[in-house]
């Protein structure tokens, strides 16, 4: 079992930053694929980004690309995620998960990850 925790959120304005920690314990998290979802009111969970232990291969949903870095420290077991020039639209409860060993990439599925955090919330102001 992997459990994940994150954090990081809070409430900013628009243009500023932040960066969101997924800290796993239980197991290591080296080879797992690795992704960051969010969910705003009313709306479906979102995929956001994904990075591939072989290789720290990363994947980015249109709308965050240029602004925010996915990223991971497998000595530490923790994944991040980076957000710049952040928007009132990139406001939303942040999710982490985590998909077990296998070949397929990119992931950007909820149904692909089998583990997730209970999620933080990012409050962008405008």
């Known amino acids: 079992q992997v459990q994940l925790t994150e954090s990081g959120g809070g409430l900013v304005q628009a243009g500023d930053s932040l960066r969101l920690s997924c800290a796993a314990s239980g197991r290591t998290i080296k080879t797992y694929t690795m992704g960051w979802f969010r969910q705003a009111p009313g709306k479906e969970r979102e995929f956001v980004a994904a990075i591939r232990w072989l290789g720290g291969t990363t994947d980015y949903t249109d709308s965050v690309k240029g602004r925010f870095t996915i990223s991971r420290d497998n000595a530490e077991n923790t994944m991040y995620l980076q957000m710049n020039s952040l928007k009132a639209e990139d406001t939303a409860v942040y999710s982490c998960?985590?998909?077990?060993?296998?070949?397929?990439?990119?992931?950007?599925?909820?149904?692909?990850?089998?583990?997730w955090g209970q999620g933080t919330q990012v409050t962008v102001s405008s």
């Open positions: 998960a985590a998909a077990i060993p296998d070949s397929r990439w990119p992931k950007r599925g909820p149904n692909e990850y089998e583990y």
